[in-house]
C-alpha cells in the first residue's frame, strides 16, 4: 500500500508541475525580434476553375483582410481560398529567416513565392488546422507569397498575423509554448500506467474505482496528446491515427467516468447511472465499429461518422454532464464527502470548458480550445484525492477493526481464565 501512494503522490507532483510550466514556458519570447504582418489580401476560387499560379497572381478579384478586419466568410460556389501577403524586407543580419503562422485553416496547403511552390501540405484526415513555421530564402524580402488553402469545413485564412523573424527563434517559441502539453500527457500517462500496474497488488474490492480512474486519466492524457500543436505539425502523416486515438480516447472517458460515479454514490441515483453506464457503453461500440468503418473505407461513410461522432455524441455527454451533476449534488447534499469532492472537480473542469466554448462562440468559431485541458488536469487531481479519501476509509475501518478484534480476543482470554 505505501508503494501505491508513493507512486500517486509522485503522478500527482508531476501532473501540478506540467500545470505550472506555461509560467515559464513564456520565457521562450523573450528576445523574440519577430515582426507581425498585420495586412494580407484574400482570393476566392470558383467550383472547376483549375486556376493555375499565374492567373491568381493577375487576378483583379483580390480584397483587403487582416487583423483588422473580420474572418472572411464562404461565398457559395467556392472551393479554394488564396491569401496573398507581401513580405518585408528580410534583415540579413540573421542566417535563415522564417514565417512563423500560429493558425491557418484550411486541409491543405500551397505556399507560392512569386510563382515558385515553395512547400505544400497534405492530410489524409479530415483536420481544418496548421500550425507551421515557413523557411524563407535570403531573397525573399519584398516579394509576394501566395498560400493556396483547399476548403474542408467552408472555413479557409489566417485566423491570426503570421509573424517575421529569425527562423531558428521562431521555430524555438513555437516549441517552447506546445512543449506543455506533451508534458502534461506524458504526467497523465505515467500516472495512469502507474495505477494500472499497482491493480495487481490491490484487492478484488478496490479494483473496479482504480481502474475506472486509471482510465478516465489514461483517456485525459490522450486528449491533449493528440490535441496538440506540436503533435499535428511533427506528424502530419499521422493525422488519421491522431484523429482515431482522440475519438476513441473521448468514449473510453465517458464510460469510464461514469463508472467511476457509480462507484462512490448510493441509493436509487446509483440505479439510474448503472443503466445510463450500460447504454453509453452499448453506443460506444457502436460508434468504435463506425469509425473502424469510417478509416477502412477512406471516408465513404463520413456523414453516418458524423450523425455518430458529433451529433449523438454531444446528446451523450449533455445528458451525462446533466446526469452526474445531478447525482453528485444530492448525494453531496446529503453528507456524502466524496461526492462533494467530485462536485467540486466537476466545477473546476465545467468552468474551465464553459469559457472555452464562450471564447470559440463570440470569437466566430474561431478560437482554439486551449483551458479545458487546465480543467481537466484539476479535475483529474480532484479525482485522485477522492480516491485516496476511499483508500484511507477503508484502511482506517480495517485499523478499527483490527482493534476491536483485539478488545474481543483479550476479553475472551480473561474470560477463560476466570473458567479455568
Known sequence: MKTVQKCV?????????????????????????????????????????????????????????????????????????????????????????????????????????????????????????????????????????????????????????????DFQELNHGFLGKNIPDLILAGGFFFLSISMLVCLIFLRRAQRSLWLALALVILSSGLFVFCHSRLMQMVYVEFGVILLLLFDLAMLTFTVSLTFFVEQIIVGKMKKIVRIYRKVQFVYSCICFLVLLIWHATHGLISDLYYFFSVTLMSVFLLTQMVLLLTASVTQAVKGNKEAQLFAIGVVIFGSMSITDLLFYIFQDRIYEFVLYKWGLAGFVVVLIVLLGRRLANDHERLYQYSKELEMFNNQLQHLLLFRD
Open 9 to 165: 503522490i509522485a503522478s500527482m507532483i508531476l501532473v501540478l508541475l506540467a500545470a505550472a510550466f506555461p509560467a515559464t514556458a513564456g520565457l521562450a519570447d523573450n528576445g523574440n525580434s519577430a515582426v507581425s504582418i498585420e495586412e494580407w489580401e484574400m482570393l476566392w476560387e470558383p467550383a472547376g476553375s483549375s486556376w493555375t499560379i499565374e492567373d491568381v497572381r493577375n487576378s483583379e478579384e483580390w480584397f483587403a483582410a487582416g487583423t483588422g478586419h473580420p474572418f472572411p466568410a464562404w461565398p457559395e460556389g467556392a472551393t479554394d481560398g488564396w491569401v496573398r501577403i507581401q513580405i518585408p524586407n528580410l534583415n540579413h543580419t540573421t542566417p535563415t529567416s522564417g514565417l512563423y503562422f500560429p493558425m491557418i485553416y484550411g486541409k491543405n496547403l500551397e505556399f507560392y513565392l512569386e510563382d515558385r511552390l515553395i512547400y505544400k501540405t497534405f492530410r489524409k484526415a479530415d483536420t481544418e488546422r496548421h500550425h507551421l513555421v515557413l523557411s524563407l530564402d535570403s531573397d525573399a524580402g519584398s516579394k509576394d507569397l501566395y498560400i493556396r488553402m483547399m476548403g474542408l469545413f467552408k472555413r479557409v485564412g489566417l485566423a491570426q498575423a503570421p509573424q517575421l523573424g
